[in-house]
């Protein structure tokens, strides 16, 4: 019997089928590695993509549960091996966000990660009893704030607006997640619509006790 018009031979129904399965596979495979990664990956900024301003994480046992999932747990009153800081700043649509004081830290109940705010200055202070890499995803995480290449909380889409990352006054590219704190470092992500020029603020004027 001639085969019908538009009907394809069954071998190539049969390769159509396995080629389908094999990209069903891969998706698969391919998801479970991103997600693994979302998971367990230091830099990687698990935060709530909520509208500014972003409070500190309210009560000890969020703090505690926040600090976790950062990986960076209670250091309170232990002997520093590293005491450095750095310095973020945020600006979205023309307009500083405040970081808040008493993010990873809470002295009333003696509870202090490796990653902490004093104040609403900006100043992230790296206090850990071991020498180790600590990154802004960490802080955000802890924070519970939202950050990646194209977003920080609800704001940024990557296409009416765009997400500039500068670091000491040096405009960087790639995942702000992953950047390194380094002592006196100077941070700025400025959140601003697609094709604005923008360019980094005057340097942060640290008070002299942190040189």
Same mark, same amino acid.
């Given at each position: 019997?001639?085969r019908?018009?538009?009907?394809?031979?069954?071998?190539?129904?049969?390769?159509?089928?396995?080629?389908? &399965?094999?990209?069903?596979?891969?998706?698969v495979?391919? +998801?479970g590695?991103?997600? !693994?990664?979302?998971?367990?990956? =230091?830099?990687? +900024? !698990?935060?709530?993509?909520?509208?500014?301003p972003?409070p &500190? *994480?309210a009560g000890?046992?969020? =703090?505690?549960?926040?600090g976790?999932?950062?990986?960076?747990?209670?250091?309170?009153?232990? =002997?520093?091996?590293?005491? #450095?800081?750095?310095?973020?700043s945020?600006?979205?649509?023309?307009?500083?966000?405040?970081?808040p004081?008493?993010v990873?830290?809470?002295?009333?109940d003696?509870?202090?990660t490796?990653?902490?705010?004093?104040?609403?200055?900006?100043?992230?202070?790296?206090?850990? *009893?071991? =020498?180790?890499t600590?990154?802004?995803g960490?802080?955000?995480?802890?924070?519970n /704030?939202?950050?990646?290449?194209f !977003?920080?909380?609800?704001?940024?889409?990557?296409?009416a607006?765009?997400?500039t990352?500068?670091?000491?006054?040096?405009?960087?590219?790639?995942?702000?997640?992953?950047?390194?704190?380094?002592?006196?470092?100077? #941070?700025?992500?400025? #959140? +601003? *619509?697609?094709g604005?020029? /923008?360019?980094?603020?005057?340097?942060?004027?640290? *008070?002299?006790?942190?040189?």
């Amino acid at each position: 019997m001639p085969r019908s018009r538009g009907t394809l031979p069954a071998g190539r129904v049969l390769s159509a089928r396995l080629v389908l &399965a094999a990209l069903v596979v891969v998706t698969v495979v391919a +998801a479970g590695v991103v997600s !693994h990664e979302r998971a367990t990956s =230091k830099s990687m +900024a !698990h935060g709530a993509a909520a509208a500014p301003p972003w409070p &500190a *994480p309210a009560g000890l046992s969020t =703090k505690t549960d926040r600090g976790d999932l950062a990986g960076l747990h209670n250091v309170y009153g232990e =002997k520093l091996a590293e005491h #450095i800081h750095s310095h973020l700043s945020i600006v979205i649509d023309g307009q500083h966000v405040a970081v808040p004081g008493q993010v990873g830290l809470d002295e009333s109940d003696h509870f202090a990660t490796s990653l902490h705010t004093h104040n609403t200055s900006g100043i992230i202070h790296i206090e850990s *009893p071991v =020498k180790s890499t600590f990154t802004l995803g960490q802080f955000f995480t802890e924070w519970n /704030v939202r950050l990646d290449r194209f !977003h920080v909380g609800s704001a940024g889409d990557g296409f009416a607006e765009s997400l500039t990352v500068f670091v000491d006054g040096r405009r960087v590219v790639g995942d702000p997640a992953a950047i390194v704190l380094r002592d006196l470092e100077d #941070i700025e992500l400025v #959140i +601003a *619509p697609t094709g604005m020029a /923008v360019h980094p603020e005057t340097a942060f004027d640290w *008070p002299s006790n942190y040189h």
